[in-house]
């Protein structure tokens, strides 16, 4: 095992990934910016460097500092948790050459399914179905219009080396598409530095499920069972619980089959997510990305199949074998995440950072976790994602689950600065969640308009 390892990362996730070593018996070295000098994951890790200002251009994305911190302190391996340089191939690569490893997948594998046109490829390779779409990258809303109307609308347009939520936009007919285009490849050119562009048939209304898979060093894949995203804003998730009551055992079986026969068919290694769409109506199901790795919602499937994730990234990247075979998990109940956010709903989901003056999180009883990096005093500073805590619960049925998660909400208070709590307690309580009765565009058609009327 590891003697230590470097945490890329900071907030929630950079504190999960600490206790998750400190568990195995390895060491942590935290990496903070000049704003996070006093975030917890700094006073919790081993040891702590500071890799530049505030902004992530200068610290968390500065490649060069980051791998001077893991030599200057003997880290043997880095973990990059999720966003920052996560999915980043450059950086893995360069992890490889310095004899760092790397804690996810090869670069090679990274650049083949963080590019949706490889991936798409790879995937029709691998049998995994896909839906209509271009076969290569398209830069000219010409280009787009020709082939939406070859498509069929309504289509979807993704930036190529896009993620987040970022150069995606939905079309209904011709008319929106050169626009849209337009607004997408710049978004994207942006955030990524590329505006290419990817066309698919948008699958509408559709579930979001994705598989979380396993894969080590000896071939060795196994899935954790699928977790349902579908309540979603601007494409990003609010709310994901697993199993999905969308889904029978006989599709359970399809689906993550699929998934682990994808991540078989391009040799991953580490954790990873298979992210798909689903025809309620017809139960077709389509491969729609791949995420290289670990997701903000894995502790729903940690909860349902008792495997720790984070524990097993570690071991995994460590050159060990998988800990459990398919056949020893065995999922049981039922578990949700809501994610709770510094921002206002009310004004648009404005952030709204700022001084924690009181804070009490919710606690007690079997079933109930909250990962977060918060603490009385703290500030929460406004350069980075407004995540500010996870809040999941487990329960031996959905019903007991979503009881749970609104009494969990009902607990938890944060003094000095909005939240989306009341938020969520809010949609937890809805009628059609508590009934299962939604898709990817619930929330945003139907929640949020009778929301904001109140």
């Keep these: ?20 070593a400190r568990e195995l018996g390895v060491a942590t070295v935290a990496v903070y910016s000049e ?26 994305l500065n490649m060069n500092n980051i791998l001077e911190a893991a030599v200057a302190t003997g880290a043997q391996a880095i973990h ?5 340089l996560s999915e980043n191939s450059k950086f893995a690569r360069l992890c490889e050459e310095m004899n760092i490893k790397f804690i996810g997948p090869s670069a090679q594998v990274m650049d083949m399914m963080g590019d949706k046109i490889n991936a798409r490829a790879e995937m029709v390779k691998a049998g995994v179905p896909v839906t209509p779409g271009s076969e290569g990258e398209v830069y000219t809303s010409e280009e787009a219009l020709d082939l939406a109307n070859k498509i069929g609308y309504p289509v979807m347009l993704k930036a190529s080396a896009g993620g987040g939520g970022k150069g995606i936009r939905k079309v209904s007919n011709a008319e929106e598409l050169v626009p849209a285009f337009e607004a997408a490849t710049a978004e994207a050119k942006a955030a990524f530095g590329n505006g290419a562009m990817f066309i698919e048939r948008m699958i509408f209304p559709a579930r979001h499920i994705e598989v979380q898979i396993l894969a080590d060093q000896h071939g060795n894949v196994i899935h954790l069972g699928e977790r349902d995203c579908s309540l979603q804003r601007n494409n990003q998730k609010v709310l994901e619980e697993s199993p999905s009551v969308a889904i029978g055992h006989t599709l359970r079986e399809r689906i993550c089959q699929a998934a682990v026969k994808a991540a ?13 769409l689903l025809d309620e109506a017809s139960g077709d199901f389509f491969f729609m990305e791949m995420n290289t790795r670990v997701q903000v919602e894995h502790p729903v499937t ?4 008792g495997v720790d994730i984070v524990k097993e990234q570690i071991r995994i990247a460590d050159g060990q074998e998988l800990s459990v075979k398919q056949e ?47 603490y009385t005093g703290y ?20 019903f007991e689950a979503l009881m749970k998660m609104q009494r969990a909400l009902m607990e938890f208070d944060v003094e000095g600065l909005t939240t989306n709590i009341d ?3 809010e949609l937890i309580s809805d009628d059609n969640v508590i009934a299962g009765d939604y898709d990817t565009s619930f929330l945003a058609n139907t929640f949020l308009p009778e929301y904001l009327e109140k």
């Design 1 to 20: 095992m590891f003697n230590k390892i470097l945490i890329a990362n900071r907030g929630e996730i950079a504190v999960r990934i600490i206790r998750a």
């Design 35 to 60: 704003a996070d000098r006093d975030a917890l994951h700094v006073a919790l890790a081993d040891e702590a460097i500071c890799i530049g200002p505030a902004r992530a251009t200068e610290s968390y």
């Design 80 to 84: 990059p948790g999720f966003g920052f």
């Design 264 to 276: 078989a068919h391009v040799n991953y290694e580490n954790a990873g997510t298979i992210e798909f």
């Design 302 to 305: 940690e909860f349902v199949s």
């Design 328 to 374: 020893d998990i065995a999922f049981k109940g039922h578990a949700i995440e809501c994610r709770i956010n510094a921002e206002n709903p009310k004004f648009n989901f404005a952030p709204s950072p700022g001084k924690i003056t009181n804070l009490f999180l919710p606690s007690g009883g079997v079933g109930l976790r909250v990962d977060s990096a918060m």
């Design 379 to 398: 500030t929460i500073p406004p350069y980075y994602d407004s995540m500010i805590a996870k809040v999941i619960v487990h329960g031996e049925n959905r």
């Design 423 to 425: 938020f969520q307690l």
